[in-house]
Nanobody, 123 residues
Framework: QVQLVESGGGLVQAGGSLRLSCAASGRTFSMSAMGWFRQAPGKEREYVAGIASGGSTYYTDPVKGRFTISRDNAENTVYLQMNSLKPEDTAVYYC?????????????????WGQGTQVTVSS
């Protein structure tokens, strides 16, 4: 069983930055793909970024060049650095883990989820 706890959300003005953290329990963190999803009110949960166990990173087009996903296997933590934030980035951000080494963009391919952290970007 894996538990994920997100932190770092908040309110920021457009153009600002936030860094989200996700602390994971479990001995297999280094072998697990990790990802970030987000869900805005009235919308489906959408994929934001993923990092494979080997370190390869993947991003959805709207965040490429602005967001960076990284992981610290020694700390069992994955991060999402968000720069140049826009009002359309406003959502609840969820950390996710897969019991596999590779990344998928579909939410139903992920096995474990955190409780979510709110990110609000004001214009």
């Amino acid at each position: 069983q894996v538990q994920l706890v997100e932190s770092g959300g908040g309110l920021v003005q457009a153009g600002g930055s936030l860094r989200l953290s996700c602390a994971a329990s479990g001995r297999t963190f280094s072998m697990s793909a990790m990802g970030w999803f987000r869900q805005a009110p009235g919308k489906e949960r959408e994929y934001v970024a993923g990092i494979a166990s080997g370190g390869s990173t993947y991003y959805t087009d709207p965040v490429k060049g602005r967001f960076t996903i990284s992981r610290d296997n020694a700390e069992n933590t994955v991060y999402l650095q968000m720069n140049s934030l826009k009002p359309e980035d406003t959502a609840v951000y969820y950390c996710a883990a897969r019991s596999s080494f590779d990344v998928f963009a579909r939410a139903d391919q992920w096995d474990y989820w955190g409780q979510g952290t709110q990110v609000t970007v004001s214009s």
